[in-house]
């Protein structure tokens, strides 16, 4: 059972370097989600998808761009990766939101950009 | 405008103490509580959460906590914390079409 799952785990980056993130669910899951994770911060929303096709900015978009194309995947990509980019990076997925509906968290993505 | 706020970014707590760890909501938070733990390394796994009914809501690994709305809180507790619960602590509820996390709590428990 998957649930979850984040590629790649760590990557290096220079500075101006490029990459896509990508997380898959197998739970049949509408929403998906894309946050960072910075000490002291909590969790912030980058941006997120109500269903295929769809996709909707959070609180910290900039610099970032996402798709979803097939209802299981979310991507996330860095067109042009900058040193404030360095994060551990979160996708989630659930089923609805709202009435108490938990997200399911994949492992991270450790990106570092130098 | 909505908010959690965990008081305390880290609390140390000795093995077999009572592990208390605080949130407390903005009243126009929607009272759909959660808490998640994150183990080193790891993704965040959900603990509990309430919606509505009881107040007292059992988790996970021992955990518990009670929303209690005259105080705007939802604290989480464990009688007895053991060497595993070392870990980082989210509360977290839904707002709009997204869920929102609080800073965390980095709990450590020393021997």
């Known amino acids: 059972n998957a649930g979850v799952t984040q590629t790649p785990k760590f990557r290096v980056l220079k500075t101006g370097q490029s990459m896509t993130l990508l997380c898959a669910q197998d739970m049949n899951h509408e929403y998906m989600y894309w946050y960072r994770q910075d000490p002291g911060m909590g969790l912030r929303l980058i941006h997120y998808s109500v269903g295929e096709g769809t996709t909707a900015k959070g609180e910290v978009p900039d610099g970032y761009n996402v798709s979803r194309l097939k209802k299981q995947n979310f991507l996330l990509g860095l067109e042009s990766a900058a040193p404030s980019q360095t994060s551990v990076y979160f996708c989630?997925?659930?089923?609805?939101?709202?009435?108490?509906?938990?997200?399911?968290f994949g492992q991270g993505t450790r990106l570092t950009v130098v | 405008a909505q908010s959690v706020t965990q008081l305390g970014s880290h609390v140390s707590v000795s093995e077999g103490a009572l592990v208390l760890l605080r949130c407390n909501y903005s009243s126009s938070v929607p009272p759909y509580l959660f808490w998640y733990v994150q183990y080193p390394n790891q993704g965040l796994q959900l603990l509990l959460k309430y919606t509505t009914g009881a107040t007292l809501v059992k988790g996970i690994n021992g955990f518990e906590a009670e929303f209690k709305k005259s105080e705007t809180s939802f604290h989480l507790t464990k009688p007895s914390a053991h060497m595993s619960d070392a870990a980082e602590y989210f509360c977290?509820?839904?707002?709009?079409?997204?869920?929102?996390f609080g800073p965390g709590t980095r709990l450590s428990v020393l021997p």
């Open positions: 977290a509820y839904n707002y709009g079409q997204n869920f929102v």
């Open positions: 989630a997925s659930s089923y609805s939101i709202g009435g108490g509906t938990e997200a399911f």
